[in-house]
């Protein structure tokens, strides 16, 4: 302290006086005059007028100036903003009110009442609250035995003591207290799934529940017994919010699907391969409503414990996995004995390093990829964003890799004329890194549509990109499935492993070609739809005043700006090639009915084909119904196109073609205005069937009235 600042502090608070002998009290005082600060007045305090002190020292604040006190933060300078206010002031109290609350927790309640509290339990919202972010214990300090215990003795006593209950009311009771116990155990268990996968505490909730329902009419609800007051005291919930009250029956629906999660988890713990595994982890998510924080947040834990994959296999072992599946079926380069080459100079000591270092840079990318899926559809979509370039990244490093490997297992060149004049090599690591950023690439486009981020008449251009993107992985899948025929053939007499390696690759190699051309042939079909509606002024363009077709596109392929391979298609080129501007009407309603027939004929092929080859494994079910649910959307747009190829536009044009006359591609547009009442679109904001395949509907007037 400054020399002096004592003495004058002191000389200052000398002249403060508070009288000890009365109270202090507010003495009334007549109304001010207009526009004049009142003035308190306590006795025995002097008070001060600083209102045109502070309004002059605040006129010398420029623009953008702050004035900042160390003592008051910015949650509290936010906080007074709303003083007083009781949609904002968690501290506002009403007259009469208290700040806690005066129930008594102590109170005698009846049977009927405790079912009620009871059941009121499960009839909140779920909240997203982190403990460590609030300082805030939620019974941490009390072991779960403990509570096990106290359930077994209540239990026990209302066996011995019904005293005048009903029968009913004693078994309302037990149930809710044995379910209470075994969802207690279920949760308590967590990632000792993984050690001995038994779910039968879920089994038991999950029998349970149906008990429950049952008996929830004997229940009295306790309104008082709840309370918002609580929130008050947290710095989370500002402003205050009131308790959501959810349904008896949508709380008992939610519950039993978190129970029927919990025992699906145990799914994964049937490990059948890396792809068999991430297939699961999509399956799990996209179940409808999607599976609860916990069960996902759990489902994450599950996946790598204490640096082990399910608790059980390396890391290494998890990535070789899939890259045997994919690129390197039976191949030396993933050798066990290579790792216990101790001698630098061999060039399997080499090898061993170098696909060490791939494994180090790739496992966690890897990882990251079933970890991301467990989040929500939103932020699966937002880390796939970032993570492609990860990916791009890895790809470049892996090239490089690759060419080391290549110098050390003395790979030879392919020579193919048919293919290229010039010889190529395999680039095995840097080929699985493409192909899984290619995935990527397609899933957040994909998921735009499922998150209805694109307008209606974006959508005929998304579905071409996408295309696009599918026919690069096309020809990366057939360039992978070349160089392994290339490699079997140059094996002589192989082994009875080496031949199964390389059936299950072509095995895979195969499904993933037909998958990747069913949502090819798809995909093409829907641009080409999309186009002919746009042509034909049925598809309604909102104003936009501020916005333009190029900005637009470049705000939908702002993951892709970066990314090397493949190259972003230039707006100029993408605008022509989704409008198909040059593509006469009757061609193009062909290419598309063309399109969606072998859509068709590809989801029939992918039925019959085995759980095995789509590494599905562990979700046959689902994957199946995934199929059935395309097919269905195929149908759907398929009565699309034929309501389309109805429409007297569409007709002329189909006549002057066949008569050899001239039909330009915007003929159509030219044509009268129709009478907008007899065509109508409707255009989902997601797909009706699958959630990737968005189908307008085309009804036609006309066709309808003619029918009938």
Same mark, same amino acid.
């Given at each position: 302290?400054?020399?002096?600042?004592?003495?004058?502090?002191?000389?200052?608070?000398?002249?403060?006086?508070?009288?000890?002998?009365?109270?202090?009290?507010?003495?009334?005082?007549?109304?001010?005059?207009?526009?004049?600060?009142? *003035?308190?007045?306590?006795?025995?305090?002097?008070?001060?007028?600083?209102?045109?002190?502070?309004?002059?020292?605040?006129?010398?604040?420029?623009?953008?100036?702050?004035?900042?006190?160390?003592?008051?933060?910015?949650?509290?300078?936010?906080?007074?903003?709303?003083?007083?206010?009781?949609?904002?002031?968690?501290?506002?109290?009403?007259?009469?009110?208290?700040?806690?609350?005066?129930?008594?927790?102590?109170?005698?309640?009846?049977?009927?009442?405790?079912?009620?509290?009871?059941?009121?339990?499960?009839?909140?919202?779920?909240?997203?609250?982190?403990?460590?972010?609030?300082?805030?214990?939620?019974?941490?300090?009390?072991?779960?035995?403990?509570?096990?215990?106290?359930?077994?003795?209540?239990?026990?006593?209302?066996?011995?003591?019904?005293?005048?209950?009903?029968?009913?009311?004693?078994?309302?009771?037990?149930?809710?207290?044995?379910?209470?116990?075994?969802?207690?155990?279920?949760?308590?268990?967590?990632?000792?799934?993984?050690?001995?996968?038994?779910?039968?505490?879920?089994?038991?909730?999950?029998?349970?529940?149906?008990?429950?329902?049952?008996?929830?009419?004997?229940?009295?609800?306790?309104?008082?017994?709840?309370?918002?007051?609580?929130?008050?005291?947290?710095?989370?919930?500002?402003?205050?919010?009131?308790?959501?009250?959810?349904?008896?029956?949508?709380?008992?629906?939610?519950?039993?699907?978190?129970?029927?999660?919990?025992?699906?988890?145990?799914?994964?713990?049937?490990?059948?391969?890396?792809?068999?595994?991430?297939?699961?982890?999509?399956?799990?998510?996209?179940?409808?409503?999607?599976?609860?924080?916990?069960?996902?947040?759990?489902?994450?834990?599950?996946?790598?414990?204490?640096?082990?994959?399910?608790?059980?296999?390396? *890391?290494?072992?998890?990535? *070789?996995?899939?890259?045997?599946?994919?690129?390197?079926?039976?191949?030396?380069?993933?050798?066990?004995?290579?790792?216990?080459?101790?001698?630098?100079?061999?060039?399997?000591?080499?090898?061993?390093?170098?696909?060490?270092?791939?494994?180090?840079?790739?496992?966690?990318?890897?990882?990251?990829?079933?970890?991301?899926?467990?989040?929500?559809?939103?932020?699966?979509?937002?880390?796939?964003?970032?993570?492609?370039?990860?990916?791009?990244?890895?790809?470049?490093?892996?090239?490089?890799?690759?060419?080391?490997?290549?110098?050390?297992?003395?790979?030879?060149?392919?020579?193919?004329?048919?293919?290229?004049?010039?010889?190529?090599?395999?680039?095995?690591?840097?080929?699985?890194?493409?192909?899984?950023?290619?995935?990527?690439?397609?899933?957040?486009?994909?998921?735009?549509?499922?998150?209805?981020?694109?307008?209606?008449?974006?959508?005929?251009?998304?579905?071409?990109?996408?295309?696009?993107?599918?026919?690069?992985?096309?020809?990366?899948?057939?360039?992978?499935?070349?160089?392994?025929?290339?490699?079997?053939?140059?094996?002589?007499?192989?082994?009875?492993?080496?031949?199964?390696?390389?059936?299950?690759?072509?095995?895979?190699?195969?499904?993933?070609?037909?998958?990747?051309?069913?949502?090819?042939?798809?995909?093409?079909?829907?641009?080409?739809?999309?186009?002919?509606?746009?042509?034909?002024?049925?598809?309604?363009?909102?104003?936009?005043?501020?916005?333009?077709?190029?900005?637009?596109?470049?705000?939908?392929?702002?993951?892709?700006?970066?990314?090397?391979?493949?190259?972003?298609?230039?707006?100029?080129?993408?605008?022509?090639?989704?409008?198909?501007?040059?593509?006469?009407?009757?061609?193009?309603?062909?290419?598309?009915?063309?399109? *969606?027939?072998?859509?068709?004929?590809?989801?029939?092929?992918?039925?019959?084909?085995?759980?095995?080859?789509?590494?599905?494994?562990?979700?046959?079910?689902?994957?199946?119904?995934?199929?059935?649910?395309?097919?269905?959307?195929?149908?759907?747009?398929?009565?699309?196109?034929?309501?389309?190829?109805?429409?007297?536009?569409?007709?002329?044009?189909?006549?002057?073609?066949?008569?050899?006359?001239?039909?330009?591609?915007?003929?159509?547009?030219?044509?009268?205005?129709?009478?907008?009442?007899?065509?109508?679109?409707?255009?989902?904001?997601?797909?009706?069937?699958?959630?990737?395949?968005?189908?307008?509907?085309?009804?036609?007037?006309?066709?309808?009235?003619?029918?009938?």
């Amino acid at each position: 302290m400054p020399p002096g600042m004592a003495d004058k502090l002191g000389d200052d608070i000398s002249k403060v006086h508070i009288s000890e002998t009365q109270e202090s009290s507010y003495i009334p005082r007549p109304l001010p005059a207009e526009n004049e600060a009142p *003035i308190l007045r306590v006795q025995g305090v002097d008070f001060r007028d600083i209102t045109k002190e502070f309004s002059a020292a605040s006129d010398e604040l420029g623009t953008g100036q702050l004035v900042k006190d160390d003592f008051f933060t910015l949650f509290e300078s936010v906080a007074a903003l709303e003083i007083m206010d009781p949609k904002m002031d968690s501290g506002y109290q009403a007259p009469g009110e208290t700040l806690e609350d005066d129930y008594d927790v102590l109170r005698h309640l009846s049977a009927e009442e405790v079912v009620g509290i009871i059941d009121q339990l499960l009839s909140h919202e779920e909240e997203d609250f982190v403990t460590q972010s609030y300082n805030r214990d939620l019974l941490s300090r009390i072991l779960s035995t403990r509570i096990l215990a106290e359930l077994d003795e209540a239990l026990n006593w209302l066996t011995q003591n019904p005293m005048h209950l009903t029968s009913t009311l004693v078994s309302a009771l037990q149930v809710r207290l044995v379910f209470r116990k075994a969802f207690l155990v279920a949760l308590s268990r967590d990632v000792q799934l993984a050690g001995d996968g038994d779910v039968s505490a879920w089994q038991e909730c999950i029998m349970l529940i149906p008990k429950i329902t049952d008996t929830e009419k004997h229940g009295r609800p306790v309104p008082e017994s709840f309370s918002s007051k609580i929130q008050r005291k947290l710095a989370s919930t500002v402003p205050p919010r009131p308790i959501v009250q959810v349904s008896f029956e949508k709380a008992t629906a939610h519950l039993r699907r978190t129970c029927v999660n919990g025992k699906d988890l145990a799914l994964v713990l049937d490990y059948k391969g890396s792809g068999d595994l991430l297939n699961l982890f999509w399956t799990l998510q996209s179940r409808k409503p999607q599976p609860s924080m916990y069960i996902r947040s759990l489902l994450q834990s599950l996946l790598c414990i204490d640096m082990k994959i399910l608790g059980r296999f390396s *890391i290494r072992q998890f990535l *070789i996995d899939d890259m045997a599946d994919l690129v390197l079926p039976a191949s030396p380069l993933h050798n066990q004995g290579y790792s216990e080459v101790e001698v630098p100079t061999d060039p399997r000591y080499q090898i061993s390093k170098r696909l060490d270092a791939f494994v180090s840079r790739a496992g966690q990318p890897y990882i990251d990829l079933f970890r991301a899926v467990c989040q929500n559809r939103s932020r699966i979509r937002r880390i796939f964003c970032h993570t492609i370039h990860d990916w791009d990244s890895l790809q470049l490093d892996a090239e490089d890799l690759d060419v080391e490997l290549r110098e050390l297992t003395g790979e030879k060149p392919i020579f193919d004329t048919v293919i290229g004049p010039e010889p190529f090599y395999t680039f095995p690591l840097s080929s699985w890194a493409y192909y899984h950023k290619l995935c990527q690439m397609e899933w957040i486009i994909q998921l735009g549509f499922e998150l209805a981020i694109y307008q209606a008449d974006e959508l005929g251009g998304m579905y071409w990109y996408l295309n696009h993107l599918i026919q690069t992985r096309i020809a990366h899948l057939e360039r992978i499935r070349y160089i392994l025929l290339h490699e079997r053939r140059a094996i002589q007499a192989p082994s009875r492993d080496i031949q199964d390696s390389f059936a299950k690759t072509f095995s895979i190699l195969n499904f993933s070609l037909l998958e990747a051309q069913t949502t090819r042939c798809f995909a093409e079909a829907l641009s080409c739809l999309y186009a002919l509606l746009a042509r034909l002024s049925l598809m309604p363009i909102p104003s936009r005043p501020y916005s333009t077709d190029a900005l637009r596109y470049d705000l939908r392929m702002k993951p892709f700006f970066t990314i090397g391979l493949p190259p972003l298609v230039p707006f100029a080129e993408f605008k022509e090639h989704s409008s198909h501007r040059n593509t006469p009407t009757p061609v193009l309603l062909q290419k598309a009915q063309d399109a *969606i027939t072998q859509a068709r004929h590809n989801f029939e092929a992918l039925h019959k084909k085995d759980a095995v080859s789509a590494r599905a494994t562990l979700c046959k079910s689902e994957w199946k119904q995934r199929l059935t649910d395309g097919m269905r959307a195929c149908i759907s747009a398929s009565i699309a196109l034929a309501a389309i190829s109805k429409l007297p536009e569409v007709k002329s044009s189909n006549r002057a073609g066949r008569s050899g006359g001239s039909t330009p591609a915007h003929a159509a547009a030219a044509s009268p205005a129709r009478d907008t009442s007899e065509v109508k679109v409707a255009v989902p904001e997601s797909g009706e069937y699958h959630d990737w395949w968005i189908v307008p509907t085309v009804f036609n007037n006309n066709i309808m009235r003619k029918s009938t």
